[in-house]
């Protein structure tokens, strides 16, 4: 079989990368930094049926977007050109942004501390037994690592902060990290920026509730409102405050003057005969209650009937009146 040549292989990735643009409207644009080549191929595996993973070089990718959107129009896609820096690649797909996103971060795997690494996380040696015998302490010192010897091996006594995020892995750290069988750092893909149909947005939006998103819509909506109620600039979120103020503003001038007007006679009828209004605000708080006041009245009825019998027993009368 003849192997294609380089500009062979160019044209074919280009001609890919198009189809897959076309094909798909939605792209992860993840950081692949020690990622190896057995991982990725198991997160192409775990990804096939509506995902597809494509690495290359930046500027071939680059160049391949900018020509695919001028011959067809489609500028959106130009969004993708600042993303396109490091070792990264892109993940199309048809499927749940957010669940393709927690499909890629089940892919880690761990590694050892290698020198000269930048440590992603902090790594904290907790207290324990090494196992090391007594002659291996040389490493604790150097790190200044309190340790004592316990039953012939070597013991921490206090965690200790040996590497902190951002820092160069040094090669006393991994010589001892290695000693001591610690694989501290997970690697993996990890998505940096979601591309979904031209708009570009960052990956911590996945991640966001139906709750979260009502309420950050509501303290929009909220804030719209406020300032269009200073300005007096009446939008379809403040015109029922405005409405609402201009009525309690109309019926302050109504119940100052004498001047009246249909919706304010109720309100005057109130601060005439405050009873009415407590009658009013009784009936519509307590409707249920209609059966309870019904046997109440009944009660009341029946009240009267029990005064006439005592008196027709105790005054000598017939129910005729006639003595």
């Known amino acids: 079989m003849v192997k294609a040549t380089k500009a062979e292989k160019k044209i074919a990735y280009d001609a890919k990368l198009c189809q897959l643009v076309d094909e798909y409207s939605q792209i992860l644009v993840v950081a692949a930094d020690n990622v190896g080549s057995t991982q990725l191929q198991s997160i192409r595996k775990g990804l096939r049926g509506d995902s597809v993973v494509l690495m290359g070089k930046n500027t071939m990718m680059k160049r391949s977007v900018r020509i695919h959107s001028e011959n067809t129009g489609n500028t959106g896609i130009l969004n993708l050109l600042p993303l396109l820096q490091g070792n990264v690649g892109l993940i199309f797909t048809k499927g749940d942004l957010k669940e393709v996103s927690e499909e890629v971060a089940k892919y880690k795997v761990g590694a050892p501390a290698r020198v000269g690494l930048v440590a992603p996380i902090d790594v904290v040696v907790q207290p324990g037994n090494t196992g090391l015998d007594p002659s291996q302490t040389s490493?604790?010192?150097?790190?200044?690592?309190?340790?004592?010897?316990?039953?012939?091996?070597v013991e921490i006594i206090t965690p200790?902060?040996?590497?902190?995020?951002?820092?160069?892995?040094?090669?006393?750290?991994?010589?001892?990290?290695a000693k001591l069988g610690i694989r501290p750092f997970s690697y993996g893909l990890v998505v940096q920026s979601v591309y979904d149909n031209g708009s570009v947005f960052n990956p911590e939006v996945l991640n966001l509730t139906e709750d979260q998103?009502?309420?950050?819509?509501?303290?929009?909506?909220?804030?719209?409102?406020?300032?269009?109620?200073?300005?007096?600039?009446?939008?379809l979120a403040a015109a029922p405050h405005m409405f609402i103020n201009a009525y309690k503003n109309a019926l302050a001038i109504s119940v100052a003057t004498e001047y009246t007007f249909p919706q304010a006679e109720k309100v005057k009828e109130f601060l005439k005969d405050p009873s009415k209004f407590v009658a009013a605000v009784a009936a519509v708080s307590a409707p249920a209650g209609g059966d309870a006041a019904a046997?109440?009245?009944?009660v009341e009825e029946k009240k009267p009937e029990v005064e006439e019998s005592d008196e027709e027993d105790y005054g000598g009368f017939d129910m005729f009146g006639e003595e």
Do not use: C, H, R, W
């Open 139 to 153: 490493f604790f010192q150097v790190l200044n690592i309190p340790t004592k010897i316990n039953k012939g091996t």
């Open 160 to 177: 200790v902060e040996l590497i902190k995020q951002g820092d160069k892995v040094g090669s006393s750290e991994a010589a001892l990290l």
């Open 213 to 235: 998103l009502v309420e950050k819509f509501a303290s929009g909506i909220s804030m719209v409102t406020s300032l269009a109620l200073a300005i007096s600039y009446p939008t």
């Open 295 to 298: 046997g109440a009245a009944k």
